[in-house]
């Protein structure tokens, strides 16, 4: 009988997830493997086992962690939005200077640019149904 | 539905809350790695940057697996990035990890190393990956695919492929 | 003619594209950065035209996860009275 440890690392997950169990089931290894396998499985458990496991950090130190980490992200994400703006200033001004000088070619880019949008969005719209298709199937 | 609300809270930004949920799955990480690597002490570093991947892409997180299997996720793919950057010196890398693992093996009281463990450290990470993954924490083989960025067929003929290697090199050290 | 003179397009119509054109892009990088690892695409996008960005973002990443949830949610429920 297949081992399923996930259920056994003790956590209470009441996120239900239905994973394709079946299909990790299908095949069932051959008898030469499965004693191979079965010594692996053997072998991990004894690691686990003889391996002191470090405590989990208590949760003071965690959220010291989580603080130094969020300020490093908070002024990561301000440098990329001033990025962004200098992008954006000079696209957007570059963009209005071709409006203003030739709008034919400003239209037909305009033009192109929604088409592709709305290419792209019904793509991935047909893609997804096709998954949800797939998926209940 | 405790670590769902847990989850929602630590992605709108509730310290605590995420404390609270690494802490929790702090010990299966730490278990999932040290299978993983074969080295405690890297364990413990990739644990350390899985738990900053964490923080950052906590709000990416959509619920679609489990939130233990979203972290190793995190966790295989931190470690895979690092062996294919060190792919020059990874010859020294295994010298020294093989001097670790003699280093607590003696330290680890164990009554046997058995050879199959011993052959599998050998067996690079590559193989040994999908191995762990399939037939010690049940994944299908998609999930392993999506964890090791790999497509599924790979999996397949990777864990394949690696138990042949084992029983080879099982077979080899008998006849010795 | 295919030069337009300056006095063709008035001055606050193109201020007016600019402003909208500013304000998608600046909406689309920062929602989609919370929603997405390519929101540096949507904000770049974003800035050449409008509304195409807008309903292609609101399309994929809005109304069809409120539909995924909305479908699912029926489905559970509709299990749950069998």
């Not at chain 1, 949008?117 to 096709?130: G, H, L, N, T």
């Not at chain 2, 690494?22 to 299966?28: D, G, I, K, P, V």
Request: hydrophobic residues 45%; charged residues 25%.
């Amino acid at each position: 009988m297949k081992r399923n440890r996930r259920e056994q690392e003790g956590l209470c997950d009441l996120n239900k997830h239905v994973h394709a169990h079946a299909e990790s089931v299908h095949e069932e290894p051959s008898a030469e493997d499965q004693a191979l396998i079965a010594q692996l499985l053997h072998g991990f458990d004894q690691m686990e086992q003889a391996i002191r496991q470090p405590e989990p950090p208590p949760l003071h130190e965690l959220e010291q962690l989580i603080a130094g980490e969020k300020r490093k992200l908070r002024k990561r994400a301000g440098l990329e939005v001033a990025l962004f703006l200098v992008i954006a200033l000079t696209l957007i001004g570059g963009n209005m200077l071709l409006a203003s000088i030739n709008i034919v070619v400003f239209a037909a880019i305009q033009g192109l640019v929604f088409v592709a949008m709305i290419a792209f969005a019904v793509r991935f719209f047909y893609r997804a149904k096709k998954k949800v298709k797939s998926g209940h199937a | 539905m405790d670590e769902l609300k847990q989850i929602k809270r630590a992605q709108r930004g509730d310290s605590q809350a995420m404390a609270q949920l690494l802490q929790a799955h702090y010990s299966f990480l730490m278990k999932y790695l040290i299978k993983m690597t074969m080295n405690p002490a890297l364990a413990e570093d990739i644990a350390q940057e899985t738990m900053l991947r964490c923080i950052e892409k906590i709000h990416l997180y959509n619920g679609k697996s489990k939130f233990s299997s979203w972290l190793i996720t995190l966790a295989t793919r931190i470690y895979i990035d690092q062996m294919r950057r060190t792919k020059v010196e990874k010859q020294w890398k295994n010298q020294e990890q093989a001097l670790r693992r003699t280093e607590w093996q003696v330290k680890a009281r164990l009554a046997e190393w058995t050879d199959a463990m011993h052959a599998l450290t050998r067996l690079g990470y590559e193989w040994r990956l999908p191995i762990l993954l399939k037939h010690y924490y049940g994944y299908a083989y998609d999930e392993i695919a999506d964890m090791m960025d790999i497509p599924p067929g790979t999996v397949k003929s990777r864990i394949h492929h690696g138990l042949q290697q084992l029983r080879k090199e099982l077979t080899i050290d008998e006849k010795e | 003619m295919h030069r337009t003179s300056p006095q063709d397009l008035p001055v606050w119509g193109i201020v007016l594209i600019a402003c909208i054109l500013l304000a998608q892009s600046l909406f689309l990088f920062m929602h989609s950065r919370r929603h997405t690892k390519y929101y540096w695409i949507w904000g770049i996008v974003g800035l050449i035209q409008s509304p195409g960005p807008l309903i292609a973002y609101w399309l994929v990443h809005i109304f069809w996860p409120w539909r995924k949830e909305r479908l699912k949610n029926r489905d559970l429920r509709n299990k749950r009275d069998e």
